[in-house]
């Protein structure tokens, strides 16, 4: 099922079992950000906090967030049964991204029921927290949908960014070049203009999942990717200030724009990012500056909290790793590499690390599927260690994998590949702080690795185990074996 809002959701959540108001009085300072982290590494309920200091006259006085801080939540989202496995919510959201559907533009929309515009402006106004205790500051964009268009096409990108509260009416955010909106960006900074830019606030979960998805969608946007994602086309409406298509539903939307003029920039950073470390040094970066906002009557305001390390979870881990993994499989399959059974990465390591099972079909193809992976729009944050097995190896079963790896991989043999100099992450901190300065180089440095945990078929073929490359499994039991022991296992006195 689609939700129409954010409430509605809400709604769902609670009747789930899934939802807890928080009415204690939390400080916006630290306070919500480890009230999060100790929920979220209880595997526990969505939060709304509804007494935050300094925020019971604000226009806005409440804030949402761990909406999607489990799969059990990934899978309402989607419309899919609570107990959904990752295993089948990845293979939903592969044939859902493949089916885009249009939007339908409406007049106006409950996003539209106050409007805020120029000195009236004051973002300070709604409860931003200081997440972590490093955090450059308060970071009002961290469950967003940052909207911006191609300048010469038309076509909207949605991605989830980073940005932190500067002023009453600024965002400093970290923009990478080598992202859709920093694409965006290069075209508009070439013919010395602004690019203008709003930011979504509150509406179906989908429409975020797909702001922190990678998708390639040429001649269409993020939008029509969440219609197919929700089964329904998504309501849009205009901005106040701009073009731009913003959903008619949502909570609240920010509209500005964005200069290219270094004489602009903020300082901003850094920030308790994916990797789980703190990433993106204080430095001067480019601004959103806001001339509206528009809202719903009492809006809800979202955040969420990065940074995932073992045990450890982000909320972004429960939906990240499962939408990447869908849109990798998906390219595989767009450019043609044949016999891919699956794709998945553990959370934690936010997709870093990634595995593919094939049904191999010829030598060489662990690394059509490295190089396809490598060449997409994943590799800014994805696939910076590829591990590549045979159809018998579970992609979801970390013992099978260590096991694949232990007894299939000869790095003597071809069977470890490095790739130097690519594109990669510019939050990884295990690369030195000058390869990844985004103003510099746009984006960060990684040596990829590929490790082929397929079998080989340059080793020999066993002639006395039936001309195969491996021999039998020592560890299967006969059929006519566990026929007899299945009949007699209550005479062996082992029933528990």
Same mark, same amino acid.
């Given at each position: 099922?689609?939700?129409?809002?954010?409430?509605?959701?809400?709604?769902?959540?609670?009747?789930?079992?899934?939802?807890?108001?928080?009415?204690?009085?939390?400080?916006?300072?630290?306070?919500?950000?480890?009230?999060?982290?100790?929920?979220?590494?209880?595997?526990?309920?969505?939060?709304?906090?509804?007494?935050?200091?300094?925020?019971?006259?604000?226009?806005?006085?409440?804030?949402?967030?761990?909406?999607?801080?489990?799969?059990?939540?990934?899978?309402?989202?989607?419309?899919?049964?609570? @107990? $959904?496995?990752?295993?089948? =919510?990845?293979?939903?959201?592969?044939?859902?991204? *493949? &089916?885009?559907?249009?939007? %339908?533009?409406?007049?106006?929309?409950?996003?539209?029921?106050?409007?805020?515009?120029?000195?009236?402006?004051?973002?300070?106004?709604?409860?931003?927290?200081?997440?972590?205790?490093?955090?450059?500051?308060?970071?009002?964009?961290?469950?967003?949908?940052?909207?911006?268009?191609?300048? @010469? $096409?038309?076509?909207?990108? =949605?991605?989830?960014?980073?940005?932190?509260?500067? *002023? &009453?009416?600024?965002?400093? %955010?970290?923009?990478?070049?080598?992202?859709?909106?920093?694409?965006?960006?290069?075209?508009?900074?070439?013919?010395?203009?602004?690019?203008?830019?709003?930011?979504?606030?509150?509406?179906?979960?989908?429409?975020?999942?797909?702001?922190?998805?990678?998708?390639?969608?040429?001649?269409?946007?993020?939008?029509?990717?969440?219609?197919?994602?929700?089964?329904?086309?998504?309501?849009?409406?205009?901005?106040?200030?701009?073009?731009?298509?913003?959903?008619?539903?949502?909570?609240?939307?920010?509209?500005?724009?964005?200069?290219?003029?270094?004489?602009?920039?903020?300082?901003?950073?850094?920030?308790?990012?994916?990797?789980?470390?703190?990433?993106?040094?204080?430095?001067?970066?480019?601004?959103?500056?806001?001339?509206?906002?528009?809202?719903?009557?009492?809006?809800?305001?979202?955040?969420?909290?990065?940074?995932?390390?073992?045990?450890?979870?982000?909320?972004?881990?429960?939906?990240?790793?499962?939408?990447?993994?869908?849109?990798?499989?998906?390219?595989?399959?767009?450019?043609?590499?044949?016999?891919?059974?699956?794709?998945?990465?553990?959370?934690?390591?936010?997709?870093?690390?990634?595995?593919?099972?094939?049904?191999?079909?010829?030598?060489?193809?662990?690394?059509?599927?490295?190089?396809?992976?490598?060449?997409?729009?994943?590799?800014?944050?994805?696939?910076?260690?590829?591990?590549?097995?045979?159809?018998?190896?579970?992609?979801?079963?970390?013992?099978?994998?260590?096991?694949?790896?232990?007894?299939?991989?000869?790095?003597?043999?071809?069977?470890?590949?490095?790739?130097?100099?690519?594109?990669?992450?510019?939050?990884?901190?295990?690369?030195?702080?000058?390869?990844?300065?985004?103003?510099?180089?746009?984006?960060?440095?990684?040596?990829?690795?590929?490790?082929?945990?397929?079998?080989?078929?340059?080793?020999?073929?066993?002639?006395?185990?039936?001309?195969?490359?491996?021999?039998?499994?020592?560890?299967?039991?006969?059929?006519?074996?566990?026929?007899?022991?299945?009949?007699?296992?209550?005479?062996?006195?082992?029933?528990?």
């Amino acid at each position: 099922m689609a939700f129409n809002d954010l409430r509605e959701w809400i709604e769902r959540l609670e009747v789930e079992g899934e939802f807890k108001r928080i009415e204690a009085e939390v400080d916006w300072e630290l306070e919500i950000g480890a009230i999060t982290r100790k929920v979220l590494g209880q595997e526990g309920p969505a939060l709304l906090f509804e007494n935050i200091k300094d925020h019971n006259n604000t226009k806005c006085t409440r804030l949402f967030t761990n909406g999607l801080g489990s799969r059990r939540r990934l899978a309402l989202a989607l419309g899919l049964p609570k @107990d $959904t496995p990752y295993r089948e =919510i990845v293979r939903v959201m592969k044939e859902r991204f *493949s &089916k885009p559907i249009s939007n %339908v533009i409406v007049k106006s929309g409950p996003v539209k029921e106050k409007i805020v515009k120029g000195d009236e402006v004051d973002l300070y106004q709604f409860p931003t927290p200081k997440w972590h205790h490093l955090d450059g500051g308060r970071y009002f964009n961290t469950f967003c949908g940052v909207v911006t268009m191609d300048r @010469d $096409t038309g076509e909207h990108n =949605i991605g989830l960014y980073r940005g932190m509260l500067g *002023s &009453k009416s600024t965002i400093p %955010v970290l923009l990478a070049a080598s992202q859709h909106w920093g694409i965006h960006f290069a075209k508009y900074r070439e013919r010395g203009e602004d690019m203008p830019v709003a930011v979504v606030y509150g509406g179906d979960p989908t429409l975020f999942i797909n702001a922190s998805t990678p998708h390639q969608h040429k001649g269409y946007s993020e939008y029509e990717i969440t219609g197919a994602l929700r089964q329904e086309p998504v309501e849009l409406v205009r901005c106040e200030t701009s073009n731009l298509l913003i959903p008619a539903k949502a909570e609240m939307v920010i509209e500005g724009y964005i200069s290219a003029d270094p004489n602009t920039y903020e300082m901003e950073g850094p920030f308790g990012e994916y990797p789980g470390y703190y990433g993106g040094m204080r430095s001067p970066k480019p601004r959103i500056k806001v001339e509206c906002i528009t809202h719903r009557d009492d809006p809800i305001f979202m955040g969420s909290l990065e940074g995932t390390s073992p045990h450890r979870w982000a909320e972004s881990a429960h939906y990240a790793a499962a939408g990447f993994c869908a849109v990798a499989w998906n390219f595989l399959n767009l450019v043609g590499v044949p016999g891919v059974l699956g794709v998945w990465a553990n959370p934690v390591t936010c997709s870093t690390n990634m595995r593919v099972q094939i049904h191999k079909m010829y030598r060489g193809h662990a690394k059509q599927v490295a190089n396809a992976l490598w060449s997409s729009s994943l590799c800014n944050y994805a696939a910076k260690h590829l591990i590549v097995v045979d159809e018998d190896i579970d992609i979801f079963d970390e013992e099978a994998l260590e096991w694949a790896m232990a007894y299939r991989v000869n790095a003597g043999m071809g069977d470890v590949i490095l790739f130097p100099g690519t594109i990669g992450s510019m939050l990884d901190p295990s690369v030195p702080l000058e390869q990844r300065n985004i103003f510099k180089y746009g984006q960060g440095k990684w040596t990829r690795m590929l490790i082929d945990a397929t079998k080989n078929w340059e080793l020999e073929r066993q002639e006395q185990y039936g001309g195969d490359i491996y021999p039998p499994l020592a560890t299967d039991i006969t059929p006519e074996t566990e026929e007899l022991i299945t009949r007699r296992w209550k005479e062996y006195g082992l029933d528990s």
